[in-house]
């Protein structure tokens, strides 16, 4: 078995090596390698574990490089499931880039140890290497840095390995093509973080490897080796050969004015849902529930190192502030669910309000949708209903005051509070309702509030013009969807799923990468209001509340929301009202459109957050 793995890693350098040890007579060529290359590495160095020799073997790499790490494991998985063990451990976490390496001598090749010699010096090429490690660092559609002529090209490289590498990918809802296969060949490379956390989420372990028998082919460390092509791809990164590095370039800035994201507070029982779903019923017994309905489905979303909280304690509260504002989010905006003045799910903000020490940027937004059986505020039976009578805007508008006094409460211009409605389209008048509101918040002698709605995927009651709010909020993947392109399952041509799907699914299913591309294009842009706040979601996926009906967005994970936010802040952000940003969502479990750390990607959407940001 491989060993367990505990604490974090070295964490001295900006940069770490793990390097994979099968023949003990090449240790020196590595090791000097590393040392000739001027740049400061936190070593990892993994071992096949031997019967004779193992201890010996470790104490000399302990020796050469002090302060190392030496990790011992079974012969399995070549010199793929070490390295996954360590990405696996978090042990890698926090560095710019790794460098992976191993003793090489295809003993099936008549140039064995030349290819090895080539693919090392390609990538530690002695004192040029730290100008081309910054250059690698600094490209940001660089993923992979590999030796001159190690991109394999062509379907034939596929060999016997691609059963395995589709089943591989499905797990992080990627799928490979028969007919075409880049790769870095060799398995000595450098990679950048959010492949690393791509590997991660893959969640390998010794169990899913055989021994090794001397096998050349077809095992799924091969299907490892060839997935990693794919996985560049869909994170729209390139695999640069050394003569394509290039020396730093200006970086160029495209920062967010304000970053928000959507927060449920549903974390903790209520009565109302005691009644309605069982006692105890919080969204953690929603998201557990959920089970796959394709092949690869990573179902149910299990949280990582936030738990499964409870918002009766202010102090989670304070965690996760803390988490969102190391990584870029500069407020919560708290859905606030009023029904002509009874109120629903406010014991969270409600127990912050009396904990000033606590430290938790947020603002309100009226989630105005009756409540519903089947959770989507539209059809099925209604459990809390929205009676809009006469005078609720005023009443409403007073229920705030509390929360606008406190110091907490955000106000991204400087000078108002911020408070925005959900559906504003549902008011009976919408207009006559936010003139209420203003003019009951400026009688109570708040002044002004600024003023936003969120953008509906389906249309109202009542009509709402595009000034009367001061901003609308995209949030997808409402309106984002195009009939005729975007959709894998359901849509108008079938089933287009790269996967099998469960018999008796019913749902919708539609491309992530497709909702990317749409957010971008010109036609779908030129539509929004001009005061839009440009919106992005990690993921969508509403199998715990709706199961074989669920809607879903396919193909979203850490890489490719990456390459999604990279786009939003290079191509949207500077037209977005007051160039912010905003994230559906902090904590929608049920959905599956979190930021927060879960077991499979741990924390992989924050930390591409903090990257691009």
């Not at 021994?211 to 996985?231: K, N, V």
């Not at 500077?574 to 879960?598: T, V």
Request: with cysteine.
């Amino acid at each position: 078995k491989a060993p367990e793995l505990r604490g974090s890693g070295i964490g001295g350098a900006r940069v770490a090596a793990a390097v994979h040890v099968y023949y003990p007579d090449l240790w020196p060529e590595l090791r000097d390698a590393l040392a000739r290359s001027g740049v400061e590495f936190d070593l990892y160095v993994t071992l096949t574990h031997a019967a004779d020799g193992t201890r010996e073997l470790q104490a000399r790499i302990e020796e050469d490089w002090p302060g190392a790490r030496v990790v011992v494991m079974p012969n399995k998985g070549r010199d793929i499931l070490p390295f996954l063990h360590l990405v696996n451990s978090g042990w890698l976490d926090g560095y710019e880039a790794v460098c992976k390496l191993h003793t090489k001598k295809s003993l099936h090749r008549e140039d064995g140890d030349r290819w090895r010699k080539h693919l090392v010096s390609g990538i530690l090429p002695g004192p040029q290497t730290p100008a081309l490690l910054a250059g690698f660092l600094a490209d940001p559609e660089a993923g992979v840095w590999v030796a001159d002529g190690q991109l394999y090209e062509g379907e034939d490289w596929w060999g016997s390995n691609f059963p395995a590498a589709r089943d591989l990918l499905s797990r992080i809802e990627l799928a490979p093509e028969a007919d075409s296969l880049t790769f870095p060949a060799g398995s000595m490379y450098w990679l950048k973080p959010g492949l690393l956390t791509m590997l991660r989420g893959l969640q390998l372990r010794c169990e899913n490897f055989p021994a090794e028998t001397g096998q050349t082919d077809g095992t799924p460390a091969h299907a490892a080796e060839r997935a990693i092509g794919r996985i560049c791809e869909a994170a729209g990164l390139a695999m640069r050969q050394t003569s394509e590095i290039a020396p730093p370039a200006d970086p160029v800035s495209c920062h967010p004015g304000f970053v928000s994201a959507f927060y449920l507070p549903q974390f903790h029982p209520i009565p109302e849902n005691d009644l309605w779903w069982g006692e105890g019923f919080t969204e953690w017994a929603s998201a557990s529930s959920a089970r796959p309905q394709f092949a690869g489905h990573a179902q149910p979303a299990r949280p990582g190192a936030l738990g499964y909280y409870d918002l009766r304690l202010p102090e989670v509260m304070g965690r996760q502030a803390e988490l969102a504002k190391a990584h870029g989010v500069d407020a919560f905006c708290v859905y606030h669910y009023w029904f002509g003045g009874k109120r629903l799910l406010n014991r969270p903000v409600d127990n912050l309000i009396e904990r000033p020490d606590i430290e938790f940027p947020f603002y309100l937004c009226w989630a105005n949708e009756s409540w519903r059986r089947n959770w989507d505020g539209l059809t099925g039976e209604v459990l809390a209903a929205q009676d809009y009578r006469p005078g609720f805007a005023a009443d409403l508008a007073e229920s705030l005051l509390p929360y606008f006094r406190d110091p907490r409460y955000q106000r991204p211009d400087g000078t108002r509070p911020r408070f925005v409605i959900y559906r504003p389209e549902d008011m009976p008048d919408p207009a006559a309702a936010v003139a209420q509101m203003r003019a009951a918040w400026r009688a109570a002698g708040v002044g002004e509030v600024e003023l936003g709605a969120v953008l509906f995927h389906t249309e109202g009651r009542s009509a709402v013009a595009a000034d009367l709010f001061d901003f609308w909020v995209e949030m997808p993947p409402h309106g984002l969807m195009d009939a005729d392109s975007d959709y894998l399952f359901g849509g108008k041509d079938g089933n287009c799923m790269p996967v099998g799907v469960s018999p008796g699914f019913q749902g919708l299913i539609y491309s992530y990468d497709g909702l990317r591309a749409r957010s971008i294009a010109p036609e779908y842009t030129g539509a929004l209001p001009a005061n839009t706040i440009a919106g992005i979601m990690p993921s969508w996926d509403n199998t715990a509340r709706r199961g074989r009906g669920a809607h879903m967005a396919y193909g979203a994970n850490p890489a490719t929301f990456e390459l999604w936010l990279r786009d939003v802040l290079q191509k949207r952000l500077a037209g977005s009202y007051r160039q912010e940003l905003f994230i559906n969502s902090w904590n929608e479990w049920a959905e599956k459109a979190m930021l927060e750390p879960s077991q499979q990607y741990h924390g992989a959407y924050l930390d591409a957050l903090k990257r691009c940001l």
